[in-house]
Every structure is written in C-alpha cells, then in structure tokens.
C-alpha cells in the first residue's frame, strides 16, 4: 500500500519533471532568424541576433555544462576560475565552521537560560532585540572590526545560525518533564550528571530541531555573505557567473545550491531522528 | 507506637494565592509511622495528600514544621526514600533496565557494568519482566511500566517506600497483581512504606494503618484506622473476613459524609493527638439493634483511643 503509493509519487515526480525539461527546452528554442540587421550589428551581438538563439539556455546546454563541471570539479586556474567543486568546498568550510562555533555558544547558553529563570529573565531583551538583525546587517561591521573578509563571511554565518538553536535549547531545556527532574533528584543525581543524563536527551530533539532550522538559515545566508565579501565560494561563483553573463553557469549553482542545502538538512534530519524517543 | 520511624511534625504547605492572600493546604499536621508499617492515605482529591508525600520523599518543603526520618530532620531528597510515581515516569530514551540501571548507578558510582547489570536484572526479574529488559518504556503496557517503576524504587534498597497512587492508571487485574507483588515485597524486605490511595479496598489489603484526611483547604488528618485484619490476608478472600465490612464501612462512611463536616462536628481536635480507631466485629452492630446513637450503634469500634 505504502510502497504503491511511494512509486506512484516517483512516477508523478519524473513526469513532472520530464514536463518541466519539455517546456524549458521548447521555450527556449532558437526562433527565425533576424534578416535586415546590419552586419556590424549582427557581429556585435553574436548568436543570440544573427541565428534567433535565445539568451536563456536550454536544459542540453545546462546538461552539457554540468557534465563539463562534473568531469573537473577540481580544477583551479586562478582567482576567477575555479572548478565548482573547489568553490562549493569553500561555502561548506565556511558554513561548517560559523555553524560549530554557533553550536559550542548557543547549546551551554541555551541550557543556562533554559534551566536559570534569573539568567533567562535577564537576557531576554537582548536577544529580543538581536534576533531579528538581519545577518548581513552585520557584515560592515564584521569586516571593519575584523578586517578580513573570508572570517567575516564565518561570522555572519555564526550570528545567523546562533539564535535558532539558543531558543529551542533554551526551550527545550526549560520544557523538560517535572517528573524526570524529580526522578533524577529523588535519586540524588547531581547537577553536571542530571544535565547530561535527563535534560539533555529530553531537550536533544527540541535542540535538533533548532540546529536543523539553523543549519539551513546559515546555507540561505552564506550566498549572500559571499557575493558581498567576494573571492571564493559558491555565492561569489553565481555572482562572477553573473558578471560574465553566463547564465548557463548560474542556472548550475542555483541549482547546486539546492542540492547541498537538501542534503545538509537531510543531515541534521538524521541526527534529530536518531535522538527522538518515542513516549 | 513505640519507635517512629518516619515523624511528621507540625507541618504546614501554603500557597501565595491570589489577592495577595495565602491559601494554607494545611497546617500544624502530625503524622507518625513505625518501621516496617505500611501506612495509607485516604481523602477527597486536593485535600494535600501528594503535598504530604512530596514533603515526605523531599521534592517539597513545607513552609512550617519539619518531618523527621530514622532520627534526623530530612534536608531534600534521598536515595533512602524512593518514590514510585503515579505515571511511572520512567526515561523513555532509556531501555528497562536502562532505567533500573540509572538508580542503581546513582546509589552505587563506583560500580562497574556488570556488577549494576547483574543488581538491576534481580529486581527486574522480581517484578516479573523477564525477558523485557531490552525494550523501551514505549513498547510497555501500563502495568509493565509501573512494573520498571516499582523495580526502579527498589533497586536502591531504600529504607522507605512513597507511592502517589502507584496503581490508580491500572486495569483491576493488573492492579490486583502489583498489588500481590508489592504486598509481598514489603512483607519480605520489611520496607517501610507510604501510599495515596482513593482505592479503599486497597488500602484495606495493603494498610496496616490508613491516614483519613478531611477535606481541604486546611485539611486535617482526622482519623488514624488501624487495620483489624490478620497480616497474612489474602487478596481474593478479604472480604470474607468478619472485620471487612466493618472496616471498610467505616472509611467509607468518613468519605462520603464526615470528611465534610469533620471540621465544624469536631472542635476539641487535637493534630498532635489524632484518635486512633479499630474498626471491630460487624455481629456487634446487628446486636447492638436500631435506636442507639450513631457512636452506640459501633460497639465493636473500639473507643477513639489517643496514642502519644
Ligand atoms: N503550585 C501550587 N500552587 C497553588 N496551589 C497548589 C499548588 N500545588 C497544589 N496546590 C493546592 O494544594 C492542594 C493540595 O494539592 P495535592 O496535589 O496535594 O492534592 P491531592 O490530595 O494529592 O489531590 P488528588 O487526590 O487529586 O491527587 C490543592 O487544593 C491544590 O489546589
Ligand atoms: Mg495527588
């Protein structure tokens, strides 16, 4: 029944997909060609005017192309041309590391504000006012007080992927059940082992969660840190790509960005499902 | 009562209530248990019984009075007493004997995995869950949990044993066996025991003495009614015991008519000196014949004795 129903979804997806190649490909089909243009003119504007071509390419041309990064995703021939694979590495590295320093600061602050009603009182202005900074409000900031700009792209990244998770640690610290706290203290369980043995695995999926949310924020965010901050990563790649108006290129990190988002949340789905417990 | 055990001195749970003023759930409450004694608490819901056993197990403090425990004041919580929660409350991310494992480790740090292992899976197969001890709390009836609870509580050895109606979110028949098991337990191991009961048969099998609270606010402890049926009762043939109906009437009768009034029918009552009542021989009531006064109308009862 389920896997009836599993297949019928793929079969639906491919047809849907197969769809959306047709009318891509069909859209964007060479028309008749411009007669009465002027030679120089014609010259001037290359393909796209003398033979009707359109200027958005067709999925063969993005299929060639991908196939060409695929084969060489590692190549590197200086500042403004490297393989995808390189530049995509970058983006990871980045996210990795903004996101691992935002872990070791929100998850012992989140369990402090979580389990301390004077320290959760105390800072919850300042995080009602920080909260909603836009990350990259930050970056002139970040590049004027640490005067490089690869580390600031990191920052941006730690203050972006910060406040989710300090919440739901925070609120999955301060929901645990009355009775697990009691069960552990009517056994004399002392603080740093009830934290670890109650309070943690209860709080663990609530604080998934919350990494989960973060890690995708700060993969939405490390595009555009590097678009601003220039020199290497995915998010400069599409806007160099840009700039050299090939579009087919952009088409290709657009869609590379959605598959290593995809899978950093499939990740952290995984690692939320592994300490989800059953009631 | 010659030695107490556990003594309950003077104790007082008030709440900030609203308006500023405060609602006292009771006060100045003496209660007192000798060793090895199985006592039960009976009274209309809300009336504090879990505030009793909470201060008593040290999750609460009272606001006045102390409870004193084997001699000495308690100070918190204790792996000399352990508490059987009302819903069981065991770890769900733990396996059985994960949780009975956690208790055992938590009296004895400093034993090593097999030594805990092996302690836990005694008591695991004391309650009868054998071949359970790999599943998790969510793949348990109800019964088997209470079941790892009980396991959990005496997996530490304590010295007394505080039940908030350990049974209530049961079956009958699974609530008849852990009943028989926890009966037999006490019974062997000699535990001094403390349960909230609403079930009055229960607290008829399992009781040696049973605690009648009135009903709250400002509750009190009314009556203490000791048990006039033989230890070696049995479950099923309880209420062929010529004491039985007696017993039960009795308690019955303060729930659903004096556990009201008690407070404005009695005015000499003295908490530090609750009268103690033996609910005798039903033959006697039929004897006594229609007429007399209610008091007249009990001559098995033995007078409200006081006891120090
Ligand atoms: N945190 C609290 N704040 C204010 N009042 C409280 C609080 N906790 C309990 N109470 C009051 O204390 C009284 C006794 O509560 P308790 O839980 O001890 O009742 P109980 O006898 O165990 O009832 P039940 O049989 O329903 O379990 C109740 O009237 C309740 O309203
Ligand atoms: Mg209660």
Redesign the pocket.
């Known amino acids: 029944m389920t896997s009836s129903l599993r297949f019928r979804a793929a079969v639906v997806s491919i047809v849907l997909f197969a769809a959306f190649l047709g009318i891509w490909h069909l859209a964007t089909r060479p028309t008749a060609a411009a007669h009465n243009m002027s030679p120089e003119y014609a010259k001037l504007m290359g393909l796209t005017a003398t033979q009707g071509k359109s200027a958005m390419p067709g999925p063969l041309d993005v299929g060639a192309k991908l196939w060409e990064h695929l084969r060489q995703p590692f190549y590197d021939n200086g500042p403004n041309d490297k393989g995808l694979g390189i530049q995509l590495g970058y983006s990871i590295a980045r996210v990795a590391l903004g996101y691992f320093l935002a872990v070791i600061v929100a998850i012992p602050l989140g369990f402090l504000i979580g389990m301390s009603p004077l320290i959760s009182k105390a800072l919850d202005p300042f995080i009602q006012v920080l909260k909603p900074i836009s990350p990259l409000a930050w970056m002139p900031l970040a590049l004027y007080t640490i005067k490089d700009s690869s580390i600031s792209a990191i920052f941006v990244i730690f203050i972006c992927s910060v406040w989710p998770m300090l919440l739901n640690t925070a609120f999955g610290v301060a929901a645990v059940r009355k009775e697990w706290i009691n069960v552990a203290r009517t056994l004399e369980v002392g603080t740093v082992r009830r934290a670890f043995t109650v309070i943690l695995p209860a709080a663990a999926p609530t604080i998934l969660t919350g990494m989960r949310i973060s890690i995708g924020i700060a993969w939405l965010v490390i595009v555009a840190a590097e678009m601003l901050v220039g020199g290497t990563g995915i998010g400069y790649f599409v806007w160099n790509e840009w700039n050299n108006l090939s579009i087919t290129n952009v088409i290709i990190a657009i869609l590379l960005i959605g598959i290593v988002g995809m899978l950093l949340d499939q990740i952290l789905a995984r690692f939320t499902r592994m300490v989800t417990f059953p009631e | 009562m010659t030695d107490k055990f556990i003594s309950i001195e003077a104790i007082a749970?008030r709440?900030p209530?609203a308006d500023g003023k405060e609602?006292t759930?009771f006060e100045d409450l003496w209660l007192s248990m000798g060793r090895g004694e199985f006592g039960c608490v009976i009274?209309?819901?809300?009336?504090?019984?879990?505030?009793?056993l909470?201060i008593l197990a040290g999750l609460d403090q009272p606001s006045e009075g102390a409870v004193i425990v084997d001699g000495q004041a308690i100070e918190g919580t204790s792996l000399d007493r352990a508490v059987i929660f009302q819903s069981h409350a065991l770890l769900p991310w733990r396996t059985v004997l994960g949780n009975v494992a956690y208790a055992v480790t938590s009296k004895w740090r400093n034993w090593d995995r097999a030594k805990v292992k092996a302690h836990a899976q005694t008591f695991i197969d004391l309650v009868g869950l054998t071949g359970s001890e790999h599943k998790r709390p969510s793949e348990l009836s109800g019964g088997m949990k209470q079941r790892v609870g009980i396991a959990r509580a005496l997996s530490i050895t304590p010295k007394i044993m505080l039940m908030?109606?350990p049974f209530s979110a049961l079956d009958a028949l699974t609530r008849g066996t852990l009943q028989d098991e926890v009966r037999r337990i006490c019974l062997e191991t000699g535990q001094t025991a403390f349960m909230?009961t609403?079930d009055v048969d229960e607290a008829i099998y399992l009781a040696d003495k049973i605690f009648l609270?009135t009903n709250?606010?400002g509750a009190v402890l009314a009556e203490i009614v000791e048990n006039p049926l033989p230890k070696d009762r049995g479950r099923i043939d309880l209420h062929r015991h010529p004491y039985y109906y007696a017993l039960r009437n009795h308690i019955v009768d303060f729930l659903v008519s004096r556990s009201k009034t008690f407070a404005s029918d009695v005015t000499d009552h003295d908490p530090r000196n609750v009268p103690v009542v033996r609910p005798g021989k039903p033959e006697l009531v039929i004897a006594s014949g229609p007429g007399d006064s209610e008091q007249a109308s009990w001559p098995g009862l033995s007078r409200p004795s006081t006891s120090s």
């Open positions: 749970r709440y209530g609602t759930v009274g209309h819901s809300g009336c504090g019984k879990t505030t009793v909470n908030d109606e909230i609403h609270m709250g606010p």
